[in-house]
């Protein structure tokens, strides 16, 4: 009888087990959500539309010519936007993992209107480079392992004090002097890739801004955007020295480790992705990677404030691997107000 019970109980946990790695590789992939926000900027009176700004939200597409998965990604993305009305249309990165994704994003931008304002975009770290996954997932690991250690010494007054006193030297060596070779696999065409944007009318703002004005709407806003904070080299200060003082400021940045710049106070909203919400959000564990050296775990998706500065961090419509899991994928349409 013992037997008889143990062995329909592993046949339940198998079972059980099954449809959950179905569900996840098959079911919530595919099931992408339209969230729909409203953020108010603090300091930016007289200089937003009463009606506000709307920006539809995209990033981590991951293409890379799985029309099957794929296919129907961009399907439920048209029916979407479907009457939707906004003024920007914005990607934050990874549009592709393999350059064999580029004609999934021509067919993506084919069904969505630019917008009134146009269309810009950043890279993230797989448009530069794809990954040997044998080689990736210790290092996430480890950085995974250094992440819950620096957690503990915020629990210490001060271990507090120094972390806030290592973190920007520690961000601002990081862009300016890690070797980009060290940890590509292989290289995308990037250059191709931005063909294939400018083509579908959709700009690459990497360090550099855009002044969106329109009087006759009350709009004196600008749009950046940072190269990818792992592949690339972002220079926000050097971005933001070209913004009048100030100005409202949106900021494009694929990954939200940009959290860590000192010059992060002068933007007013950062829009990023990258961390799949998780990906695998696992019961009392949470996410199971948040792919962020600087970010808290409790915000590795959406709206936060940070000092004065407001993130929303987009769970993504694609994944890295082709699982999740209590991490629906979306995109987001943003009402940004006075």
Not at 46 to 68: M, V
Not at 155 to 176: D, I, K, Q, T
Not at 289 to 301: D, E, I, K, M, N
Request: proline share 6%; glycine share 10%.
């Amino acid at each position: 009888r013992r037997w008889a019970l143990g062995a329909g109980a592993a046949g339940a946990l198998a079972a059980a087990g099954a449809a959950t790695l179905g569900y996840s590789l098959l079911v919530e992939p595919q099931d992408i959500r339209l969230e729909r926000l409203h953020i108010r900027l603090a300091d930016a009176a007289g200089q937003l539309p009463a009606e506000g700004l709307r920006i539809l939200h995209l990033s981590d597409s991951h293409f890379s010519g799985k029309q099957w998965r794929e296919g129907k990604k961009i399907a439920r993305v048209r029916q979407l936007v479907q009457g939707l009305d906004y003024d920007l249309l914005i990607h934050t990165g990874d549009f592709i993992h393999f350059d064999s994704g580029l004609r999934n994003v021509e067919a993506l931008l084919d069904v969505l209107p630019p917008g009134r304002l146009g269309a810009y975009g950043v890279f993230g770290n797989h448009d530069y480079t794809h990954y040997n996954m044998a080689e990736a997932l210790p290092r996430m690991w480890r950085t995974f392992a250094a992440a819950e250690r620096e957690r503990q010494r915020r629990a210490n007054p001060l271990g507090r004090l120094a972390l806030a006193a290592s973190r920007w030297p520690r961000y601002v060596w990081y862009v300016r002097n890690t070797p980009l070779d060290g940890r590509r696999t292989g290289s995308n065409d990037t250059a191709a890739l931005t063909a294939t944007l400018e083509r579908r009318g959709m700009q690459v703002l990497h360090n550099r801004a855009v002044h969106l004005c329109d009087p006759q709407r009350g709009l004196n806003l600008y749009l950046a955007g940072i190269d990818d904070v792992y592949e690339g080299r972002p220079l926000l200060g050097d971005t933001l020295d070209h913004v009048p003082a100030g100005a409202p400021v949106v900021l494009l940045s694929h990954n939200p480790d940009i959290i860590a710049s000192p010059r992060l106070p002068r933007v007013d909203l950062v829009l990023s992705g990258h961390t799949h919400g998780g990906q695998l959000v696992l019961p009392l564990w949470g996410p199971a990677h948040t792919q962020s050296a600087y970010l808290p775990r409790r915000h590795v998706a959406g709206y936060f404030w940070h000092g004065r500065t407001q993130f929303y961090i987009t769970r993504g419509m694609g994944e890295g691997i082709p699982l999740r899991f209590n991490a629906r994928p979306q995109i987001a349409l943003i009402t940004v107000t006075a």
